[in-house]
Nanobody, 120 residues
């Protein structure tokens, strides 16, 4: 049973920082990507950042470029999202997602989400 567990959310003032963690476990096969998405109230879920497990290539939403950094620890199957210079519009539930290939199929798995609130 694949498990994806996020942690590190919370309340932070504008301009502050938070680091989210995502741990994947219980899988066989190969992990291809780890991603962070977010969903604000009344809005669709959007991709925030993605990193490839093998090469470490990254991609970011324009709204977070220069402020957020995604990284990974392959040995631990963990991804991180360092969020700096946070703005109220960054308030959302942040979800971690991973794509894993096994037996010729690639599947996407989701965590339960962690709330990030940016407010004074």
């Amino acid at each position: 049973q694949v498990q994806v567990v996020e942690s590190g959310g919370g309340l932070v003032q504008p301009g502050g920082s938070l680091r989210l963690s995502c741990a994947a476990s219980g899988f066989t096969g190969s992990m291809y990507t780890m991603s962070w998405y977010r969903q604000a109230p009344g809005k669709e879920r959007e991709l925030v950042a993605v990193i490839t497990v093998a090469g470490g290539s990254t991609n970011y939403a324009d709204s977070v470029k220069g402020r957020f950094t995604i990284s990974k620890d392959n040995a631990k199957n963990v991804a991180y999202l360092q969020m700096n210079s946070l703005k109220p519009e960054d308030t959302a539930v942040y979800y971690c997602s991973t794509t894993i290939g096994s037996s010729g199929q690639t599947r996407r798995y989701w965590g339960q989400g962690t709330q990030v609130t940016v407010s004074s």
